[in-house]
């Protein structure tokens, strides 16, 4: 089995490579989506939540509010390891289960968003940074995102640097430019992970 990390600024592009090597059959394992699943209503998660910051944190549907939620927990670093010692674990069971029905010869890429920002490249055999631009970012943000300019640039300045993520970086997926040029560059970089993993 070949662990590889996949991390990107937000606006790189990096769902984009995701979506491609996943239909390319690794098997990918999104971090911020077992998040959301592992607080679902219905769930311990969303239980334990609620046991701790009161049912305030509910939409009227009985889902977490997310932004709610976040305006508690960001603003108080107490509250915020409170719910992160109630989400990682649960999040970090669900990717063992992944990872353990995964194939012994499967390539398994982690979808990691903050990969840098918690140092957690010696966890993986190889580490992806699909890179932009901060400029071609911010485009992206504005254009896909309809993100206001002030509010996707501070996005950009919260997450690690370009040179900090390009520093752990085995590989680099270049997304500047078209569609087919990143088929292209996703199609080499899969051409080596199947060497790596066969080896």
Known sequence: MLKVGLTGGIGSGKSEVSKRLA???????????????????????????????????????????????????????????????????????????????????????????????????PLYDVVIVVDASDETRLERLRKFRDMPEAAARARIQAQASRADRLKIADIVIDNEGSLDALDARVAEVLAVLQARANS
């Open 23 to 121: 239909a390319a059959g690794a098997v990918v394992i999104d971090a911020d989506r077992i998040a959301r699943e592992v607080v679902e209503p219905g769930t311990a998660g969303l239980a334990e939540i609620v046991e701790a910051f009161g049912d305030g944190i509910l939409l009227p549907d009985g889902a977490l509010d997310r932004e709610k939620l976040g305006s508690i927990v960001f603003a108080d670093p107490e509250k915020l390891k409170v719910l992160n010692g109630i989400v990682h674990p649960k999040v970090g069971a669900r990717v063992g289960e992944l990872q353990d029905a995964a194939p012994q010869d499967a390539i398994v890429v982690y979808d990691v968003p903050l990969l840098a920002e918690n140092n957690l490249a």
